[in-house]
């Protein structure tokens, strides 16, 4: 995980299914932005802790499994038509190779897949600004967030940071 390097911030560099796209038509703002909420608000739910009964916390992990596996199933039939890139996403934007040259200033729509788990993506507009990184990454500046957007984002990066660095320790012994 890298700070800085897609924005300003935490950035969380990752290999995840992707598709940008020319805009095609405005949409529904309001309706995309309440399933971002959503979609993000699971994604940084904090873990449950024990309940303290034995059985029920087994019967409930096998429950968990099951349905962590059904949904993994469906978000790979999801996304098995879109390949995976190396991102780099922070608060602002993502850094994503977008294959196109003399694109600076265009809008595009970005959909990102930011878990295994989840059969819905997120779905966000970016402004190609800048020139591309070392490994040929465009950045796209996030349009049209809402302060509820950005900010469970940004929870989404911390955590993220957190696991990057547990894992890091865990490995040092």
């Given at each position: 995980?890298?700070?800085?390097?897609?924005?300003r911030?935490l950035?969380?560099?990752?290999?995840?299914?992707?598709?940008?796209?020319?805009?095609?038509?405005?949409?529904?703002?309001?309706?995309?932005?309440g399933?971002?909420?959503?979609?993000?608000?699971?994604?940084?739910?904090?873990e449950?802790?024990?309940?303290?009964?034995e059985a029920?916390d087994?019967?409930?992990?096998?429950?968990?499994?099951k349905?962590?596996?059904l949904l993994?199933t469906?978000?790979?039939q999801a996304w098995?038509?879109?390949?995976r890139?190396?991102?780099?996403?922070?608060?602002d934007?993502?850094?994503v190779?977008?294959?196109?040259s003399?694109?600076?200033?265009?809008?595009?729509?970005?959909?990102?897949?930011?878990?295994a788990?989840?059969?819905?993506?997120l779905?966000?507009?970016g402004l190609?600004?800048g020139?591309?990184?070392?490994?040929?990454?465009?950045?796209?500046?996030f349009?049209?967030?809402?302060?509820?957007?950005?900010?469970l984002?940004?929870?989404?990066?911390?955590?993220?940071?957190?696991?990057?660095?547990?894992?890091a320790?865990?490995?040092?012994?």
């Amino acid at each position: 995980m890298g700070e800085g390097t897609a924005g300003r911030g935490l950035g969380w560099e990752a290999s995840i299914p992707v598709r940008i796209r020319a805009v095609e038509e405005p949409g529904d703002q309001d309706f995309q932005r309440g399933i971002n909420i959503r979609l993000l608000r699971v994604l940084t739910a904090p873990e449950d802790s024990a309940s303290g009964d034995e059985a029920d916390d087994r019967v409930r992990h096998r429950l968990e499994a099951k349905v962590d596996l059904l949904l993994v199933t469906m978000a790979q039939q999801a996304w098995s038509s879109v390949g995976r890139q190396e991102v780099v996403l922070s608060r602002d934007g993502i850094r994503v190779e977008i294959g196109e040259s003399n694109a600076r200033g265009e809008v595009r729509d970005i959909e990102l897949w930011l878990a295994a788990e989840q059969p819905q993506p997120l779905y966000l507009r970016g402004l190609i600004s800048g020139e591309p990184d070392a490994q040929g990454r465009d950045f796209l500046a996030f349009e049209g967030l809402s302060e509820e957007e950005s900010e469970l984002l940004e929870r989404f990066l911390f955590q993220q940071h957190r696991r990057a660095v547990a894992a890091a320790r865990r490995r040092q012994g």
